[in-house]
């Protein structure tokens, strides 16, 4: 997910990691903690229950645009996190 427009990219998990860590760079603060009701909310959510290893091509690129729209959801508060109260940084 790129932060300066809105687009997601597919890539390489190596040049998705190096993309990712310069555009969102981490947080100072302690990280997120989900209460386990929380955690079952947002996977309900995002559908992430029915992504196990799907057999052929369509279930996989399914289960893949699933994660996506989970992290997606999660980035707000990753974000809200890591700005911390009065703006940037935490």
Do not use: C, K
């Not at 997601?8 to 603060?29: H, I, K, N, T, V």
């Not at 996977?43 to 290893?53: C, I, K, S, Y």
């Amino acid at each position: 997910m790129d932060i300066q427009q809105p687009v997601l990219y597919l890539a390489r998990s190596e040049e998705a990691r190096r993309f990712m860590a310069a555009q969102w760079p981490r947080s100072d603060g302690p990280p997120l903690h989900y209460t386990p009701e929380e955690l079952a909310r947002l996977l309900a959510d995002a559908d992430l229950e029915e992504a196990t290893a799907p057999p052929n091509g369509h279930e996989r690129l399914a289960a893949a645009l699933r994660e996506s729209r989970a992290s997606y959801r999660l980035m707000p508060r990753w974000l809200e996190h890591a700005q911390g109260p009065g703006g940037r940084g935490g």
